[in-house]
Each structure stands twice: as C-alpha cells, then as structure tokens.
C-alpha cells in the first residue's frame, strides 16, 4: 500500500527526510498525515517519528538550512519548518510511566515501541518519504473498515491517559463507520473510566469537543458518550436528542460547533471556552425560543449566528425554516438602523439613550423596513 499527496512529495518535506536519512536514522511520516492520506481526506499537519534523539534532528535540520523550534523537547518532539510547513518530528517513545494525564517518556529506537504507544490503530499507521505504508500493529484493515481501536487493552490505555475516551468519540465522529456504532469493547472501557475525565484540564476537554463537533455528523458519538455517562462529565445537563434533527436540517451546511454546542444545552464551564465564543453561544442559545426574525437575528447577531438559530428551531420544531431565509439573514446582516444621535436632537443623555432604543426596537418589529422619516414621525403609544 503506498500513498501520494502533494505534502509528501513537496521538495523542502524530502529534502528533510533525506537529511535525516543520510545521518543514518530512520524517518517515517505518521498519524493523521498517513490516515487521512489513506482515505483521500485532507492532510492537516504533518508528523514524523524517527529514531533520532531531539537533540539530532535539531543538528540534522539546522544543518541542511531548515529553522528549527523546539516546541515540546521534553516529551521528544521538534517543530522543523519546510517549505514554510511545520513538521513535527518525534522521537521513537516508551510511555515508561503514566498517572492518567501526563507519561515519564523514554525514547526508543523500535517502531513497534513507538507504534505501541500510540492510541488506536488507525493511528499507528506510517509511512517511508516515498509514500510506502509501514504497519507494525495491522491498523490497516482496521482503517480500511473505519473501525477505531484502542492500541492493546483499551482499559489500560484510558488509565494512563484519559484524554483518550474524548479522542475515540472524536475520531469515530470523523473517521468510524457511520452505519456501524463504535467499537464496543472501546465503549465499555470508556464508560468504565469516565469518572477519569476529572482529571483533564478544562482547555483540553474544550479542545476535544469543539474537534469532535465539528464533524460532519457528531450525533452518533454525541449519543454514545451520553449512554456511557461522559457527556454529563464534559457538558453537565447536556442532552443530545436535538442533535441528529440538526444534523438532518444542516443539509450538507457547514459544520459549526457552535451550533452543534447550543443545540445540546448543558453547562459550558468545563469547556473552557473564549469570552467571545461563550457569547457565540449563548447568543444562540438565548435566541431560539424569541420570536425574532431572520432579518432582526442577522441584524443583531450577523449572518452566521441567524443561521445557526434558524436551523436549530427548525430542528427542534419550533418554527420551520422560512421560504427564503438565507436572503432575509443577509439582508438584516447587512442592514444599517437608519437614525443617528444626531437625528433626535434637541435630546440628549440619557433620554437620548432611551429614545434610540425604542425606535430600534420599533425599526426590529417592523422587520427592519420603517425608514427614517417613518421612524421619526412613529408617535409614542
Ligand atoms: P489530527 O491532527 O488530524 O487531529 P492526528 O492523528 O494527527 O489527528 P494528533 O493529536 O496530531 O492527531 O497526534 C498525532 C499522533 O500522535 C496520533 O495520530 C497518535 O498516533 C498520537 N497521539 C496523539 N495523542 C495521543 C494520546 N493522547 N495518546 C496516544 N497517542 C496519541
Ligand atoms: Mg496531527
């Protein structure tokens, strides 16, 4: 099996493998790069193991003219930028010791070690700089059948590193057969060690989710991790029957995670979000049940965030999705409220304050269509 692609071929990305060749070390492109090559999906980030020490890659690269950054030295890895791409280079590892969150490493020069270390099979897949699969633990058919699996016993792997019960929803979200539900063995070790969830930091429990929401469809997962008592960890009060119907009503759309968060419901506070993304969302949230407009929400909240209302109320059917809404979301998007301070003079402060926004508000309920003159002319009861 071998595999091609444009990020694999690129001059600078060979130039650096051959110079790590040429020193007598092993070089193998792995994870994501290979599985999604295999898939024909896009390649996102490179990265490659070897059984250089960190130290010598850096000489390796630096020598043959690339920039180096030591991005995570201590756990083995170097950022060599080719071509302008980061390639992150890893050192062939042993997890020698691990308490759930963070591992003792000790480096190896065994792939089967490294491959060994790795989480699911179809993860533990490499490839030689000209595109030649190399697999130490047949992931391949697992792959092939997009089937996620945990590397050995999935109990012990969730142990040392519970990370991994929010990577396997993940990676089934994005890569698993939809027409087959998840690996039950997988399941039952994630259900067994929810509890272990605790002791993730909130920014990798946010990271995780908003990947694994922005699959094409999340649903299945969504409702596999709330049977196996984990939604309630990462989402307290989440509730997933919502999910599938927007799935459905989403109709090809772009994924947003945002609305796919909003639709589940739950407190957000062990996701860590932005203050800007919280707003995002609660926005969302806080405009489902209104009655407003597709005009009035693009207007207030842009087209994205209109949108993602309108399809959640579509969903949970509240309200179908309006004859011609997309054109109504741009045109409240785009739509100016047509007074200034300046236009209600001689009124000032706070009255002025006020003033404004009764006539927004009577501009909104008009559906954005009074003009100025009309408003200005509106009388007060
Ligand atoms: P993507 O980058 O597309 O999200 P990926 O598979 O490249 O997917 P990364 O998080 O970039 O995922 O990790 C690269 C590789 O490192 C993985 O494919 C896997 O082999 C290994 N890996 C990452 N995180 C873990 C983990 N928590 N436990 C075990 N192996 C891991
Ligand atoms: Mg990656």
Redesign the pocket.
């Known amino acids: 099996m071998k595999i091609t692609g444009a990020w694999l071929t690129d001059p600078a990305t060979q130039a650096l493998c051959a110079a790590v060749t040429a020193a007598g070390h092993r070089i193998l492109f792995?994870?994501?790069?290979v599985?999604?090559a295999l898939l024909g999906v896009p390649v996102?980030?490179i990265?490659l193991a070897t059984d250089a020490r960190p130290e010598t890659v850096s000489d390796i690269a630096e020598s043959a003219g690339f920039r180096v950054v030591p991005t995570g030295i201590d756990h083995g890895t170097v950022t060599v930028i080719a071509g302008g791409v980061p390639h992150e280079v890893t050192t062939f590892r042993r997890d020698v010791e691990t308490d759930g969150r963070r591992a003792v490493i000790a480096y190896s020069t065994e792939l089967a070690e490294d491959a060994a270390?790795?989480?699911?099979t179809m993860?533990?897949l490499y490839a030689d700089a000209v595109g030649n699969v190399v697999d130490p633990l047949g992931g391949l058919p697992d792959l092939l059948a997009r089937r996620v699996r945990f590397v050995g016993d999935a109990g012990t792997r969730i142990a040392e590193?519970y990370?991994?019960i929010l990577?396997f929803f993940r990676f089934h979200a994005h890569f698993g057969n939809p027409d087959e539900g998840l690996d039950a063995e997988g399941l039952a070790a994630c259900a067994a060690g929810s509890a272990g969830i605790e002791t993730l930091s909130a920014e990798r429990i946010g990271a995780e989710m908003k990947?694994l929401l922005a699959a094409p469809d999340p649903a299945p997962s969504v409702c596999a991790m709330a049977q196996a008592g984990i939604l309630l960890q990462v989402l307290p009060g989440g509730d997933p029957q919502f999910l599938a119907p927007l799935v459905h009503v989403e109709a090809g759309r772009p994924p947003r995670w945002q609305r796919r968060l909003a639709v589940l419901g739950g407190d957000l506070i062990r996701l860590r979000l932005s203050k800007a993304e919280t707003v995002t969302v609660s926005a969302i949230r806080d405009e489902i049940g209104s009655l407003r407009s597709p005009a009035a929400l693009g207007f207030l909240h842009g087209a994205e965030v209109a949108a993602d209302v309108l399809l959640i109320r579509a969903a949970m059917q509240l309200a179908p999705l309006p004859e011609g809404w997309p054109a109504e979301v741009d045109r409240g998007a785009a739509a100016r409220f047509p007074l200034r301070a300046a236009d209600l003079a001689p009124l000032a402060g706070p009255d002025l304050g006020r003033r404004l926004k009764l006539l927004e508000q009577r501009w909104l309920a008009s559906d954005l269509r009074l003009d100025k003159a009309a408003l200005l002319q509106s009388s007060d009861d």
């Open positions: 792995v994870g994501g790069c599985r999604n996102s980030d990265d270390r790795r989480d699911f993860n533990a590193d990370l991994r990577r990947k």
